[in-house]
């Protein structure tokens, strides 16, 4: 799938989970996540700053780092947005509602 122009990356991301997976793709904001109580799956994908200062996603499970897929390492710093798959009573924002 290629976005088209003037697009939104992530609206094709969710597009393309529902289509292929048959599941919600949610995003949110730590602070929000915490604020209303919305719970996460098991595993799930955190942003952040890499240590080498770009930015980068990894796989976190309650609140922990448990894999980075960059051959250094290093995790990131703060958590700045948290994306997951699941049934749409989760929560969080999801382009198809």
Request: net charge negative; glycine share 10%; hydrophobic share 35%.
């Amino acid at each position: 799938m290629i976005a088209r122009r003037n697009e939104y990356w992530l609206d094709r991301v969710v597009e393309w989970v529902s289509l292929m997976f048959k599941e919600d793709f949610h995003y949110d904001s730590p602070a929000n996540i915490h604020d209303n109580h919305i719970p996460l799956p098991e595993f799930y994908i955190a942003r952040g700053q890499s240590p080498r200062g770009v930015d980068h996603a990894v796989i976190f499970s309650d609140g922990k780092l448990v894999h980075d897929p960059h051959p250094l390492g290093g995790g990131i710093g703060e958590v700045t947005m948290i994306y997951w798959i699941g049934q749409a009573a989760t929560g969080g924002r999801d382009k198809r509602h």
